[in-house]
């Protein structure tokens, strides 16, 4: 089901955490950009969303932490080309104990389009164990600060409904 169309006006007040222009490499038979390539943008993405939080390549390796995915919904809404240039601003959604819900949208800032949006449930992980763990308190402050300001958006979230921390 395609998600409601969310004004780029929107997303506006959601930070930018990656910009990119598409290079020629990502080219597919189609023309546009390939559709493993939206992963790796999301993937690019994702570290600079965490350190909004706290959690920095230092954070992982002082505390031998890390992150594991758990699901991924991923909608493909309007075609990204070669050349252009495209932002992804992320938007936290929820969290539990271990875990975070959270949605990327890639603008294509060239065509004044929203091409894709990136919908993940993350976990927090302690790397000696290998195992999710709860995320540390200064942590999980952090992420409480900016999922208050997120839910206070005057827009809901175009979820897939079968996701959540």
């Not at 490499?25 to 189609?30: G, P, T």
């Not at 790397?127 to 402050?141: C, G, H, K, Q, V």
Request: net charge negative; with cysteine; aromatic share 10%.
């Amino acid at each position: 089901m395609r998600p409601p169309i969310i004004p780029l006006s929107d997303l506006e007040i959601l930070p930018i955490v990656y910009t990119v222009t598409i290079p020629e490499r990502y080219r597919d038979m189609m023309g546009h950009m390939n559709i493993r390539w939206y992963m790796e943008l999301f993937d690019e993405a994702g570290m600079p969303l965490f350190d909004l939080i706290g959690l920095t390549a230092e954070h992982y390796t002082a505390n031998m932490a890390g992150g594991f995915d758990l699901e991924h919904h991923v909608h493909y809404l309007n075609e990204v080309h070669i050349g252009d240039t495209v932002e992804v601003r992320g938007r936290l959604l929820a969290r539990s104990a271990k875990r975070l819900h959270y949605m990327l949208f890639m603008i294509n800032t060239t065509r004044g389009k929203l091409a894709s949006t990136f919908e993940c449930v993350n976990s927090y992980a302690d790397l000696r164990e290998r195992r999710t763990a709860p995320y540390p308190p200064e942590i999980a402050a952090r992420i409480d600060v900016l999922l208050s300001a997120h839910q206070k958006l005057p827009w809901v979230a175009p979820v897939c409904g079968s996701m959540g921390a």
